[in-house]
């Protein structure tokens, strides 16, 4: 099995930052693609950023230029750095991570973290 554990969530006032951390463990031989999705109430969850094993990023549109998506291979941990929060950023933030069990298949697994809310004020 793999864990998942976010970290770095809260409350912020409009126009702040803050730093998501997501540090996997457990039954690993090769992180691929790592990522963060949100889900604000009443809505779908979806994608913010992802970025592969070679370090190419992805982003949705509305955080482009505000968001920056990171990660550490030897600590196996992905990071989201948010800046110029705005009250519509708020939502659920969930890490997700593609992970090869084994090194003797090919096959992978997709794991999430359990969440951690981020709440931007007005």
């Known amino acids: 099995q793999v864990q998942l554990v976010e970290s770095g969530g809260g409350l912020v006032q409009a126009g702040g930052s803050l730093r998501l951390s997501c540090a996997a463990s457990?039954?690993?031989?090769?992180?691929?693609?790592m990522a963060w999705y949100c889900q604000a109430p009443g809505k779908q969850r979806e994608l913010v950023a992802s970025?592969?094993?070679?370090?190419?990023?992805n982003y949705a549109d509305s955080v482009k230029g505000r968001f920056t998506i990171s990660r550490d291979n030897a600590e196996n941990t992905v990071y989201l750095q948010m800046n110029s929060l705005k009250p519509e950023d708020t939502a659920v933030y969930y890490c997700?991570?593609?992970?090869?069990?084994?090194?003797?298949?090919?096959?992978?697994?997709?794991?999430w973290g359990q969440g951690t809310q981020v709440t931007v004020s007005p």
């Open positions: 997700y991570a593609d992970v090869r069990t084994a090194w003797n298949t090919v096959r992978t697994y997709g794991y």
């Open positions: 457990g039954r690993i031989f090769r992180l691929n693609t």
């Open positions: 970025i592969t094993s070679g370090g190419s990023t």
